[in-house]
């Protein structure tokens, strides 16, 4: 009995033996990854927006290209010198093939560029140096060359503009990970920021509007696997209609004015893409905006790529977003301390959020690992009509559309266990139940629809956003004085039985 025990043992010993120098030998073939991040105007002034902007960079990078490299190393801040970049490209030449990733965001007014080329120059030559992706605004011709010259398999580079390259580069990276080529996968996201540049770039800052340069190659074209196409040449418009097949035109600059509400929602808009900077006096309307949601549907897509962590083991689909918790954690860790605290309690319990794309609408979900119930604020010192508590079910489920400038809200109640906000509201119990609400993006008139007594009692509230401080109106400085930037609206209540 002992020895077929010791037997059985050894035999699990040898294969698990075995499996470990197989996964040990396969890590080994794979290349490191190593990322600089620049940005000069934020090593003077380092804002929210920026923050954001690189936490979302690092996101990016690692969602797709965590499982095909066997390090990655990011490198940022204003404290990280071309040295730096250097010596992390030779430590991991030491032991694997190295891939590097140069993303510069905005101008090079700080010199990086110039001086990481003269180091690599007196280097003279980096073995195991396979693939260079440069970004940057403008000067990429040079650097392309040495980077060459040190010894670099390949070489790609895109110069354009600040938004162009936030549009291409989750594409690329995205196409490059499932095992496209690196002329394709250019190709491909190079067609998907021009578009998205066509039809978007009359709502942007002006320095960011004009369209950039472009790509080029400069070596043999390689998968991520290193297998390599000598044959293939970078076409901008390989596997996809080009970019200027979707163009809306040419837009005429108009000036818009937006009071109070109205300048807000342009504001929040916005945020549906990233890559810009938004000139909110451009934009006709909060609904302009939204109309082109299906370049906001695909830059999500592209950011975010399947996994199995999602609930009911659906990642992302054609039709459908998951977002993991850690990623949504680590990219909204400059908002932690906003609304009081509250929004970093959520963070930590937050699973993910799912979006699915359904007809004229999204169906939104998000989950947390339990269930929470939140103070916002002490009940006897608040106003008839504010919340002071919030009840955050394990998965909060709501239909979310728009249409002729008014938001929809509705299925908020759905479920055993659904949302559920404690409101000072006179002759009915305080535990409401929101049930739908309809906002106008323009005037911030307000319907909410929720139920009280178990959800049986429809509550039917009307009221009205109120602005202030609008002047030099800031999204990001708003928020970060506890979402400060409105009044609650004073409620009319009518109870139907």
């Not at 039809?199 to 950039?212: I, P």
């Not at 990233?274 to 949601?293: C, K």
């Not at 908002?335 to 959020?353: A, E, K, M, N």
Request: aromatic share 8%.
């Amino acid at each position: 009995m002992r020895i077929s025990h010791y037997l059985r043992v050894a035999g699990f010993g040898a294969v698990l033996f075995g499996l470990l120098q197989v996964g040990e030998a396969w890590a080994s073939g794979r290349p490191s990854l190593v990322v600089w991040m620049g940005c000069d105007s934020c090593k003077t002034a380092q804002t929210v927006r920026s923050q954001l902007d690189e936490n979302l960079s690092t996101v990016i990078v690692k969602a797709h290209l965590g499982g095909n490299y066997r390090h990655i190393d990011i490198l940022s801040g204003a404290e990280t010198t071309s040295g730096d970049l250097l010596k992390q490209i030779q430590r991991r030449s030491l032991n694997s093939d190295v891939d590097v990733l140069i993303l510069q965001r905005g101008e090079d007014q700080g010199g990086f560029t110039q001086r990481l080329l003269a180091s690599l120059s007196a280097v003279k030559h980096l073995p195991r140096l396979r693939m260079v992706y440069l970004q940057s605004s403008s000067g990429l011709a040079r650097a392309q060359a040495v980077w060459k010259f040190v010894g670099a398999h390949t070489v790609l580079a895109r110069e354009g503009s600040l938004m162009e390259s936030g549009f291409f580069l989750p594409r690329f990276l995205k196409l490059w990970s499932k095992g496209e080529s690196l002329t394709f996968a250019a190709s491909q996201a190079e067609a998907f920021a021009q578009r998205a540049v066509s039809r978007l770039s009359r709502f942007a800052v002006t320095e960011e509007a004009a369209l950039g340069s472009g790509l080029s190659l400069v070596g043999v074209d390689l998968d991520i696997a290193g297998r390599t196409f000598p044959e293939r040449k970078l076409d901008r418009a390989e596997g996809e209609e080009s970019g200027s097949s979707q163009s809306s035109g040419g837009h005429e600059k108009s000036i818009y004015v937006h009071d109070g509400f109205e300048q807000l929602s342009v504001s929040l808009m916005g945020f549906l893409f990233p890559p810009i900077t938004l000139n909110t006096s451009s934009v006709p309307s909060p609904q302009s905006l939204v109309d082109e949601g299906d370049l906001a549907w695909d830059y999500l897509a592209n950011t975010f790529p399947a996994l199995d962590s999602a609930p009911g083991g659906l990642g992302t689909l054609d039709d459908e977003i998951w977002m993991d918790g850690g990623v949504l954690r680590f990219f909204a860790e400059p908002l932690r301390g906003f609304g009081g605290g509250v929004l970093s309690g959520v963070l930590d319990r937050l699973v993910g959020l799912r979006l699915k794309r359904l007809d004229g609408k999204v169906r939104i979900s998000l989950y947390v690992d339990q269930v929470m119930d939140i103070k916002l604020a002490d009940k006897n010192q608040v106003k008839t009509g504010v919340p002071y508590g919030l009840h955050l079910p394990k998965a909060v489920r709501f239909n979310l559309s728009m249409k002729e400038g008014v938001m929809y809200l509705s299925g908020l109640d759905e479920g055993h266990d659904a949302l559920r906000i404690s409101i000072k509201i006179p002759v009915a119990p305080d535990a409401v139940s929101l049930r739908s609400a309809r906002v106008d993006m323009s005037t911030g008139k307000v319907k909410l629809e929720a139920g009280v007594l178990g959800n049986h009692v429809a509550v039917v509230a009307y009221g009205e956003v109120t602005t202030r401080n609008l002047d030099r109106f800031d999204i990001w400085e708003s928020i970060e004085k506890n979402l400060a930037f409105w009044n609650w609206p004073e409620l009319d209540f009518l109870l139907q039985l």
